[in-house]
């Protein structure tokens, strides 16, 4: 294994549990005050994207998976990088919080769905889940971001907007049913194993034929 790899994820280890010490002690030492809850804030927030982050890391372990997974650990760190000083800046512009809101939501989408690729899937039923989950986790996604992103008083109609509202229910809950088919879905015993896409192309197999007798 890639010694520097390595490096990296014990100092990725030594990182979160001093943050989880410092959140923790921030909240328990001196309450809920100014300080106290940016250094909440920023150790929480650090935790959350950390956990996206790996999770998309874990992926880019496949080549076929490698720009997923990227894309994922790309967004998850964006995202704590403009929370981060939204918090360490007190900055209140909403264009800055509609985008930190969207970057959270992108980076858990695509965690999602790393996860999913994570897989080693085994049978036809389990790749149709997954992608039926994947569309879903797209379609609910970019619905919330897009919502995000209207004018303020738009933001309160969500609920009123019944076409709207029942797209996003309807994905979610398609989301959630293909997530939990994925696994399942594998574990059935199957003839035909399923034939893994790649995006690498790879040579036809030559096969030696023999010769007539």
Known sequence: MDQNNQQLIKASVVI????????????????IG???????????????????????MVVTRKPEYKILGTAGMIVSGLGFLLLAIIILGEV??????????????????????????????????????????????????????????EPLPNLYSLAGGQS??????????????GTLLVPLCNRLKVESPV?????TPEPPTVQNEQPPV
């Open 164 to 177: 709207v509202l029942k797209v996003i229910v309807a994905a979610l809950i398609v989301d959630l049913a």
């Open 92 to 149: 209140d512009g909403s264009g800055l919080i509609q985008l930190a809101f969207a970057l959270f939501i992108a980076a858990i989408a695509l965690a999602h769905i790393c996860l999913l690729h994570n897989f080693n899937l085994q049978n036809k039923y389990a790749h149709y889940a997954r992608m039926t989950a994947t569309i879903a986790i797209a379609i609910f996604s970019l619905i919330l971001i897009t919502r995000i992103f």
């Open 16 to 31: 979160v549990i001093i943050t989880g010490l410092i959140g923790a002690l921030s909240i328990v030492a001196d309450g």
């Open 34 to 56: 100014a300080t106290s809850g940016k250094i909440f804030s920023l150790c929480l927030s650090l935790i959350l994207y950390g956990i996206t982050a790996t999770i998309s």
């Open 195 to 199: 034939e893994e896409l790649s995006f």
